[in-house]
T-cell receptor, first 113, second 115 residues
Framework: EAQVTQNPRYLITVTGKKLTVTCSQN?????MSWYRQDPGLGLRQIYY???????DKGDVPEGYKVSRKEKRNFPLILESPSPNQTSLYFC????????????FGPGTRLTVT | GDSVTQMEGPVTLSEEAFLTINCTYT??????LFWYVQYPGEGLQLLLK?????DKGSNKGFEATYRKETTSFHLEKGSVQVSDSAVYFC??????????????FGTGTQLKVEL
């Protein structure tokens, strides 16, 4: 079954404590990205990756890092989380340059106190 | 830059009512347009798409027509069901130079369907 998995699904943490949200896909997709969803703002892209070792900033990259060492994994790293990063985070993948459809993970709800 | 504007929600309808969720966009060139649906506790799923002007996307009884003259992509369904209760996102897709792509989302419209 084609899947995008994220872990953890829920996380409550404190300001400044480094955390990583993992994303893994089993579809051999080249393109992966991270979004955050906030009320009244829709989804905004944080970072994306077109292939292994190729990453680029999206619309709201400040305070986040990513890495793409393997095709299937695309972790999102918050080195020093702050309360304004409290949000719902989605990982998404798509097949290739000419593929339109993005497949979304189930989401990770992060609360930073 | 690109932008997508959706009607504010929540939209509350009775079962079997007609649904319209408005979506307009601002973009240069010829973007593709999408509707995504998000059921409670889940990620977004592609509902339908249209890749050029006058295309009609359809799926699960939902339809939307790409209207370049009015820069709109309104979502419609003739008879909604309780199971259609979800958040609906209109989105615009553009290919970037260098092979990347960008999806610009609207803010989402929550639909509640009651018996």
């Amino acid at each position: 079954e084609a899947q995008v998995t994220q872990n953890p699904r829920y996380l409550i943490t404190v300001t400044g404590k480094k955390l990583t949200v993992t994303c893994s896909q089993n579809m051999n997709h080249e393109y992966m990205s991270w979004y955050r969803q906030d009320p009244g703002l829709g989804l905004r892209q944080i970072y994306y990756s077109m292939n292994v070792e190729v990453t680029d900033k999206g619309d709201v990259p400040e305070g986040y890092k990513v890495s793409r060492k393997e095709k299937r994994n695309f972790p999102l790293i918050l080195e020093s989380p702050s309360p304004n990063q409290t949000s719902l985070y989605f990982c998404a993948t798509r097949g290739g340059v000419r593929s339109y459809e993005q497949y979304f993970g189930p989401g990770t709800r992060l609360t930073v106190t | 830059g690109d932008s997508v504007t959706q009607m504010e929600g929540p939209v509350t309808l009775s079962e079997e009512a007609f649904l319209t969720i408005n979506c307009t966009y601002t973009a240069t060139g010829y973007p593709s347009l999408f509707w995504y649906v998000q059921y409670p506790g889940e990620g977004l799923q592609l509902l339908l798409k249209a890749t050029k002007a006058d295309d009609k996307g359809s799926n699960k009884g939902f339809e939307a027509t790409y209207r370049k003259e009015t820069t709109s992509f309104h979502l419609e369904k003739g008879s909604v069901q309780v199971s259609d209760s979800a958040v609906y996102f209109c989105a615009l897709h553009r290919m970037l130079t260098g092979g990347g792509n960008k999806l610009t989302f609207g803010t989402g419209t929550q639909l509640k369907v009651e018996l």
